[in-house]
């Protein structure tokens, strides 16, 4: 399933908003230094008049030019990181601004495309899922336990601390999770804070609702004439770093269905990918909706974390 030209020009035109709206606040707070600190840009312009002086001489045959120039600009540079620090800056606040360190912006680390195009690549591919509206509504930055009580308040402290695990050990452990309970008791909302977490380490997620999902398997296996644009799909699905199956049973289930779930999990588990699944099901459910197969792959190989109490959505609308 590639991108249309259309849609890699969308993701460059996205890199050079960034790479302006960023040199931008570089220029701002060049600015902001040099009205609060009148000395640091008097101390730029030095470095600027030395490295001139210093290169004549270097040019005139002076040997001791060079490591002259070395210590004067490790002293420059010293008195200009205490100037900020004096004036309430951080040492590196003058640095260059970038969203994506690793590839500065670019897009590409040498000619390999960074993390940070790859996941704007799946983004594209799958916006359907519309992952980046879920995020900016659901991450740790808006966690709150005030409508949970009780056993209610424990399990979802518990679930808590298993995606901070999760997150924390995603590097160096295989895991999957699997969260099952009542509506609206924060399994979605988990679910998209540990998929922002890891998208903000840079690594490839794909959300998808269980019936955007079976969609598009059954567009890829029975309209999709393309034989690699089928591939593709499948590739991404079995490859992605984590794969979140939200709501798992709203899907319409049938032979089909049951069949590539167990694929897609079966895939993912050979290849040490990571999946997360939420469903409103309690497990006896599950086993009645889907195969003993299917069953056994969730509960001997994902960690599972039970949520319940009242549908926190209908609090909030009080």
Do not use: W
């Amino acid at each position: 399933m590639p991108l249309t030209n259309i849609q890699y020009d969308r993701i460059f035109r996205q890199y050079e908003e960034r790479q302006k709206e960023n040199r931008l606040e570089t220029e701002r707070r060049h600015a902001c230094v040099y009205e609060s600190i009148p000395e640091f840009q008097k101390l730029e312009n030095a470095v600027a008049s030395l490295a001139v002086a210093q290169g004549k001489k270097l040019l005139s045959g002076d040997e001791k030019a060079l490591d002259a120039l070395r210590k004067s600009l490790a002293d420059l540079k010293a008195q200009k990181e205490q100037l900020l620090l004096d004036a309430g800056f951080s040492v590196n606040f003058l640095d260059p601004v970038f969203c994506c360190p690793d590839c500065q912006d670019t897009g590409y680390i040498g000619r390999e495309k960074c993390h940070c195009f790859r996941q704007a690549e799946i983004s594209l591919l799958y916006e359907q899922s519309g992952i980046q509206d879920l995020l900016k509504q659901n991450n740790f930055s808006l966690l709150s336990y005030e409508y949970y009580r009780g056993e209610a308040l424990a399990l979802f402290q518990n679930a808590v601390k298993t995606c901070q695990s999760f997150i924390k050990n995603f590097n160096s452990d295989y895991h999957n999770l699997f969260f099952y309970g009542t509506v609206g008791t924060g399994k979605s909302f988990l679910s998209c804070c540990v998929a922002k977490e890891l998208m903000d380490q840079g690594h490839s997620v794909i959300y998808f609702g269980a019936t955007g999902l079976f969609d598009l398997l059954s567009n890829a296996a029975f309209h999709t004439k393309d034989r690699e644009e089928r591939q593709n799909a499948y590739s991404d699905l079995y490859r992605c770093d984590l794969l979140i199956i939200d709501d798992l049973g709203t899907e319409l289930t049938n032979q089909f269905t049951s069949s590539q779930l167990f694929s897609l999990l079966n895939e993912r588990h050979l290849g040490k990918k990571s999946t997360l699944i939420s469903t409103n099901f309690t497990l006896a459910q599950l086993r009645d909706r889907y195969s003993d197969r299917i069953f056994s792959r969730i509960t001997s190989n994902f960690e599972v974390c039970r949520l319940a109490g009242e549908d926190i959505r209908m609090y909030k609308l009080q």
